[in-house]
């Protein structure tokens, strides 16, 4: 069964620290793969997405991630974060179409001014 | 554009009433899938439906339902509620379903709470 893994369940950071959040899925075929993030009280936003194409993918306020096919990852990464990244962030795969998404655990980040 | 809403955003039943939640996409979009949300299990999927027709469907039992009517919106029903039913169910709408991968805009959820 497919499935992803979240290595940190919670990260706590200062600002202007670089941040990197993990992810490894399951999954030998084609896949899709999502970062979602939960800003406390808000519902999920899509950070950033990679179909196929530049390994490299740029999403909003600064968050990129490196999809390395050989590692099944997907990692997230952010140079400098701010107090306002403290959310909850979600990996997630999809693969053989149909909009179904299998999410990882999620990260709990706090960041401390 | 107006996000996806969910209505209503709380709810509390009691063990073996049954309820109904719903989900109306962003205009345009046809595919609407549900999700389940626990801190114990996280976010699992329930199932999608597009043009009214359940493409894809999640490892619940048959209580849990849905259907999709022909403007797109959806609804899940969940009979005979179990305590293990407390959780967030969010909606996901994205412009097409079926094959192909599209992205998926969430709603804020639906609370349900089983006492």
């Known amino acids: 069964a497919q499935s992803v893994s979240q290595h940190n369940h919670h990260v706590i950071l200062s600002e202007a620290a670089s941040l990197e959040l993990g992810c490894n899925y399951s999954?030998?075929?084609?896949?899709?793969l999502f970062w979602y993030v939960q800003y406390p009280g808000q519902h999920l936003q899509l950070l950033l997405k990679y179909f196929s194409g530049d390994p490299l993918v740029k999403g909003i306020k600064g968050f990129e991630a490196e999809f390395i096919k050989s590692k099944f990852s997907f990692n997230l990464r952010k140079p400098s974060v701010q107090w306002s990244d403290t959310a909850e962030y979600f990996c997630a795969v999809n693969s053989g179409g149909y909009n179904k998404l299998i999410f990882g655990a999620g990260t709990r980040l706090a960041v401390h001014p | 554009k107006a996000g996806v809403t969910q209505t209503p955003r709380y709810l509390i039943k009691t063990r073996g009433q049954q309820v109904t939640l719903s989900c109306s996409p962003i205009s345009g979009h046809r595919s609407v899938s549900w999700y389940q949300q626990t801190p114990g299990q996280g976010l699992q999927f329930l199932f999608e439906y597009f043009s009214e027709t359940q493409r894809n469907k999640g490892n619940f039992p048959g209580r849990f339902s849905g259907r999709q009517f022909s403007n797109s919106r959806s609804e899940m029903n969940v009979s005979t509620l179990e305590l293990g039913d407390s959780a967030l169910y969010l909606c996901?709408?994205?412009?097409?379903?079926?094959?192909?991968?599209?992205?998926?805009?969430f709603g804020p959820g639906t609370r349900l709470t089983v006492l």
């Open positions: 999954y030998g075929g084609t896949v899709n």
């Open positions: 996901a709408s994205s412009l097409v379903g079926g094959q192909g991968i599209h992205e998926q805009f």
